[in-house]
């Protein structure tokens, strides 16, 4: 593996350009290696080397090959577990025990995809007399898939896994702010036995690479996850030459608690549902919706638990590490600055380590309470540690609360009362709904996506394979 080189057609390939990057590490902003810059020549390259694997070696497998290629790299992953979680930990700042879990995501990832290659089938229809009729899923072809620096290792392992394990050749494009990991999964699956060319990963700007990547006419299929803004641009790219595009755009996720909830049991995922990465995800619990008998208790003990929150390195494994750039520090302190400005109260924080670096894109966890729902705290995803309370009275106001922003991707529910959890489940606006609990632990079983600004289609689980394959309907007249 040699980082400042892309993984294409099976081989370290020199970008076109000559031209790299510096890799920083969030936790003291130093520079500690260097990844190649893409172009279009490279997007380029990559492309027909996905093409020739679709018309060869990696097309020409059976079901049954590819999962048992997409095992071995599962067991290589594992292998290669702690090694993979330190890069991962290092290149995005977060804490050592996130990036270990992110690791073992990716293992289950190729595990499942694996399993699952072979038990992907078409169905008879009942038709006319005379005929069988039979439908087949056939892959895209040649997939793109666009990787945000938040969870590199999961969103790859989601993406690039079951669109493998379904047929299709990949072509990566990680964000530059964090990609080493995936450089070094480029490594295992060639050790793995991945035919040249299934797998290829172009590193670079999202400007350059990205949008050669998304405006490519031989790309068969778009991946996106990171923000509305660029999902919308990427989208539009595509559609020029009518590519179907799956979208992951983050959140704004509710936590909904009435009063009659075991709030020792949800006082954890309250936390960390927002603490988790430094609330870097894109299914972050960033709202707490609480309901107006409870509000101030719950806050109180919400308050408390925020006070012991601490933020260091990525390697002191606290409970916060470094936001991934000074962009990120300086978009969330914006919505914190604004917030304070409006009045918005500031109930507790978490606090800095001594001794973190001073280069380090630090920002404490901050619970504010009483936050308008119209405001743009309320509204829009900060992607940062800052939860923001308010309170409801009522299943109605609760729900008009948690479907009032343009997001819709997790929400979570926290009530004794069992008919209140399904009619709160099935009347709130997200793609995944969890009762008493929030995130299931990562589920990579569980389909997962949003509606509205979260974006469209649904990765994980099954159902990623229906995504990365196309339905072919076939009708025999046999008399
Ligand atoms: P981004 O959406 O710009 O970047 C995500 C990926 O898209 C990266 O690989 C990037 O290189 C690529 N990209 C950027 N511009 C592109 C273009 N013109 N064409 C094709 N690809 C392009 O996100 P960001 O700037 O890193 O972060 C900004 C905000 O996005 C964050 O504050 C957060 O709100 C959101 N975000 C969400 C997620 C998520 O998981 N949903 C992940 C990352 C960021």
Not at 32 to 45: K, Q, S, V, Y
Not at 51 to 66: D, K, M
Not at 110 to 139: C, I, M, N, S
Not at 357 to 365: F, N
């Amino acid at each position: 593996m040699d980082e400042a080189k892309h993984f294409i057609d099976g081989a370290w390939c020199a970008p076109a350009s000559g031209a790299t990057l510096a890799v920083i590490d969030p936790s003291d902003g130093e520079a500690f290696a260097r990844i190649a810059r893409g172009t279009a020549a490279d997007i380029e390259r990559a492309v027909h080397a996905a093409r020739r694997a679709y018309e060869g070696a990696w097309g020409a497998l059976s079901a049954a090959e590819r999962g048992r290629v997409l095992a071995r790299l599962g067991l290589l992953v594992a292998r290669d577990q702690e090694a993979l979680a330190q890069l991962e930990s290092r290149d995005t700042g977060k804490p050592l025990r996130q990036a270990r879990a992110d690791a073992a995501a990716l293992v289950r990832y190729f595990e499942f995809y694996a399993g699952a290659a072979d038990k992907l089938h078409g169905e008879t229809l009942p038709y006319q007399a005379g005929y069988t009729v039979l439908t087949v899923r056939e892959p895209h072809g040649v997939t793109g898939h666009i990787v945000p620096w938040n969870y590199p290792m999961q969103i790859f392992g989601r993406s690039a896994g079951a669109a493998l394990a379904a047929g299709n050749a990949c072509v990566v494009k990680p964000a530059e702010d964090a990609c080493l990991s995936l450089l070094r999964v480029a490594a295992l699956a060639q050790e793995a036995g991945l035919p040249p060319g299934a797998l290829n990963i172009v590193t670079g700007l999202g400007h350059e690479a990205g949008a050669a990547l998304a405006s490519h006419p031989g790309i068969d299929h778009i991946s996106f996850t990171g923000s509305p803004q660029t999902g919308r641009l990427v989208a539009q790219m595509a559609g020029e030459h009518y590519v179907p595009v799956t979208l992951e755009l983050g959140g704004k996720s509710p936590q909904i608690v009435f009063a009659d909830a075991d709030f020792d049991q949800a006082l954890p995922f309250l936390v960390g549902a927002i603490v988790q990465n430094a609330g870097q995800t894109c299914s972050a619990g960033s709202r707490v919706l609480i309901e107006r008998a409870a509000y101030e208790p719950l806050l109180e003990r919400l308050a408390a638990a925020f006070e012991a929150l601490r933020v260091g390195p990525a390697p002191a494994d606290l409970d916060c590490g470094p936001l991934i750039s000074e962009k990120q520090r300086q978009r969330v302190r914006a919505f914190l600055d604004e917030a304070h400005s409006a009045g918005i109260p500031t109930l507790a924080r978490g606090r800095l380590v001594a001794g973190a670096p001073r280069g380090g894109y630090y920002e404490v966890p901050a619970l504010l309470r009483d936050v308008p729902p119209q405001s743009r705290l309320a509204q829009q995803e900060v992607f940062g540690p800052v939860l923001a309370a308010m309170p409801f009275e009522g299943e109605d106001a609760a729900i008009a609360l948690a479907n009032g922003t343009p997001y819709g991707l997790v929400a979570g529910v926290w009530t004794r009362d069992g008919a209140r959890q399904l009619r709160i489940a099935r009347r709130v606006r997200a793609g995944q709904v969890f009762v008493n609990n929030y995130g299931a632990g990562g589920g990579v079983e569980l389909p997962f996506g949003g509606t509205g600004q979260s974006g469209h289609g649904r990765e994980k689980g099954f159902e990623a394979l229906y995504g990365f394959t196309v339905l072919k309907t076939i009708a025999l007249r046999h008399g």
